[in-house]
């Protein structure tokens, strides 16, 4: 049992260290739900790209570096260790890119990851619908056969990055007669086809994270289908599984994010609020190392060909609630200040997303609850 | 980078847990809550014998010359079946902190307790164990039962400890004019005391998961309303946040075995108190009136974990002590 780096290893880490150091923007970019902050945003995973840092556990041929676990999770530690800006192309590196490369075909591959990974073509989710969320199984958006293709109909939303995006995906009906997790099949389409229409939603910072799709009679070309038709719950639960679990939320983005609170902590003169907020940035950061060596337990299970199932979901929980709790410190430190726009309000009004997307905290209860505990499972509707 | 626990340690933990468990350690923990100590003296013999005292000693002293991520894998399984007895005080502490003929007795099976005061103001089981240690002004010292008090857990027979009459065992002359470590031991015990904290912060896990196991098993058994309890959200909720807790508390142990610094191991025993006394707290109340017995068997772990919770350094303390260090550290 250690925590020790192999030498090719803390190589890499110097050397990704270095990059960041030098090329991480001083000022913070605007924000990605902005039109001119989506273009910086997307300006600099150019920049990423082009030293082979966009995405670094892809194969070679596509823009990577082939890195180990490890690696990816150093590169993640170092990259917000740096400061460096949220990843707009998030969505498609992170949720759609493993799809791809384990149910893609040769041409999807070479048709789709290359823009994805420099950051041209940015995707957007479609997964969630008015009336199908936790229960996502319920969904009703219809995927009728044509010759040569599939025509679209129906209505997705709380689709992060759509407002700007270029590329959706997600799941829909194909087979009318089957229910539930039968019968969906999962489609790749371009956001300005014919027949889709986007509606930006304001979130709670007045920006448009998210946008709801329309879709009226449109053609995807059987090409454009990820997997099997029929089977797209099955190929969409690899995702949902690396959205919750290791690949959304790295380790680096919490443990920086308490080290900040610490250097805000060292910073507050304010006797009252020191003496009162002390246990929780103390408490904000044991829990942020918790999930950082959390996360080596992980990849040492994954590297002895472990997988992730339900642990997942206790992941999910975990970081979602520190995120919060170590955000709400940093506001009661701030004092009469808390209100007054500033990183620590905008990382607060990210964080209140996360016990929502990606699974509510409460489905991620059943989930542990069920799989991990064996309690019996929810009586379905 | 493996940060996993290899086979060897695994079957340690095994074997010691299938010892344990053959040995009906509830009956000895109640027999020794009521004085009968035999029970007891016979469960630390085998658990000696096994080389748990042993771990943290050089194998030129007879030792086993263990990590301490071996010292952890132990606490946790003593922490699962609530074993009476000062361990933390003397497999973990005094196996570090004593040399020569004192550190011989313990790896052959001497039952030894100390205190630190004011951190650790009582010996657990002083008036039972064979030998008795204080460290007063940072340093150690033989001690003699001053006068006893009675603990939340009843298994833990706590005492307060003096000097004995020429007890100093160092020689060396404190200087006065270095302030005193927030320890409250000189520099020297420092590696002994995170070795109890660790080894405290590992026996609240084993508790814990303890609870949880019961709890769950419980749940299930346990109809109301027509369906088992454990089929309720309100109670799955609960017990998944009691997994989830345990989940984050058991990285920060033994990245602290792996790395035992006094940072490391004070975030291993906040995080372990935090979620031990959710699992207490949880698992009493999926239990209903029946967890609010003496006769039930939760009840040990209960009281234990309440105990544990406040030994070797309060949650506040090390919420202080981390804090300090992390500010200084940048």
Redesign the interface.
Known sequence: ??????PE?EAFRDEARAWLSANVPREPLPSMDTADGFEAHQAWERKLADARYSVVSWPEEFGGREASL?EWVIFEEEYYRAGAPGRVSQNGIFLLAPIIFDHGTDDQQRRWLPSMATGETIWAQAWSEPEAGSDLASLRSTARRVVGGWRLNGQKTWSSRAAYAHMGFGLFRSDPEAERHRGLTYFCFPLDADGVTVRPIAQLDGEAGFAEIFFDDVFVPDEDVLGEPGDGWRVAMSTAGNERGLSLRSPGRFCAAADRL??L??TVLEPVERTAK??D???A???A???R??T??T???LA?GGDMGA?GS?NK??WSELDVALHETALDLLGPDAEVESPWTDGYLFSLSGPIYAGTN?I???I???R?????R?PRG | MRFELTSDQRDFMSTLDGLIASSDPVAVNRAWSVGQTEPGFDLWKRIADMGVPALLVPESEGGLDASPVELACAFEVLGRHAVPGPWIESAAFLAVALDGKDRQEIVEGTMASLAVPPLVPYAVDAAEAQRRYVVVDGRLHRGEVKDVVTSIDASRRLARVEPAPDGLMSARVHDDRAPMPKTGVERPLEGAFVMAVLATSAELLGAAERVLDDSVTYVQQRTQFGRSIGSYQAIKHQLADVRIALDFARPLVYGAAVDPTLRAVSAAKIQCAEAAHLAARVGLQVHGAIGYTAEYDLSRWLLRIRALISAWGTPAYHRETLLAELLDSR
């Open positions: 049992m250690n925590l020790d780096l192999s290893e490890v610490l250097d902590y060292s002390s246990a940035v103390v408490d950061w044991v829990r190392e918790a999930y060596l959390y080596w337990g990849v040492t299970r002895d642990a206790v929980v975990w409460e991620q209860r059943n542990v609850a069920e991990i505990l064996g309690l019996p929810e």
